[in-house]
C-alpha cells in the first residue's frame, strides 16, 4: 500500500468507478486540452460538456472532429455530431465515445467553467512554485 489516504485493492476501486453517481462521474469523464487551450489556460484537461469542440485521438474515428451533442454519463460515452452508424433497421444512431479517447478543442465559456479554469490554473501554478523551491 503506497497511500494511507486512499484505498489500493482493485475490488474496491472498481466499486467505486463503476458505482458512481452522476457528479462524480462527471470528473472522472475528463478530457485533455489541445496544446493550444493547455498553454492558454494553464490547465491540462477538463470534464466534458454539451457543445464543447473535440476531435477524436483514439479508435476506429480518430482524427474525426465535431461538437459533443451530449454525455450519457450513465454508459460513460460522449456523442458527437456526425459520428453515427447504421443499424440493421435503417436507423442512424450516434457512436458512443469514451471521453478519453477524446482532445477539447474548444470551450464553450460561461461564468462557471471560467471560475474552474481559474481555480485549476491556481493550484498548478502552487504545485509547481513548490516543486521548483524543493530544487537545489
Known amino acids: 500500500k503506497y497511500s494511507e489516504n486512499f484505498s489500493s485493492p482493485r475490488r474496491k476501486n472498481r466499486k467505486a468507478h463503476f458505482g458512481a453517481?452522476?457528479?462524480?462521474?462527471?470528473?472522472?469523464m475528463s478530457a485533455n486540452l489541445s496544446k493550444e487551450l493547455q498553454a492558454r489556460h494553464g490547465v491540462r484537461s477538463m470534464p466534458i460538456r454539451k457543445e464543447d469542440e473535440v476531435i477524436i485521438t483514439r479508435g476506429v474515428y480518430k482524427t474525426r472532429e465535431g461538437k459533443v451533442t451530449s454525455v450519457y454519463?450513465?454508459?460513460w460515452v460522449?456523442?458527437?455530431?456526425?459520428?453515427?452508424?447504421?443499424?440493421?433497421?435503417?436507423a442512424t444512431v450516434p457512436v458512443g465515445i469514451p471521453a478519453s479517447s477524446l482532445t477539447i478543442t474548444k470551450l464553450k465559456m460561461d461564468k462557471d467553467r471560467k471560475n474552474a479554469l481559474e481555480r485549476k490554473s491556481k493550484n498548478n501554478e502552487k504545485k509547481e512554485d513548490a516543486t521548483m523551491s524543493n530544487v537545489d
Open 73 to 75: 454519463r450513465k454508459k
Open 78 to 90: 460522449v456523442h458527437v455530431e456526425r459520428i453515427t452508424r447504421e443499424k440493421a433497421n435503417g
Open 21 to 28: 453517481h452522476s457528479e462524480a462521474r462527471r470528473k472522472l
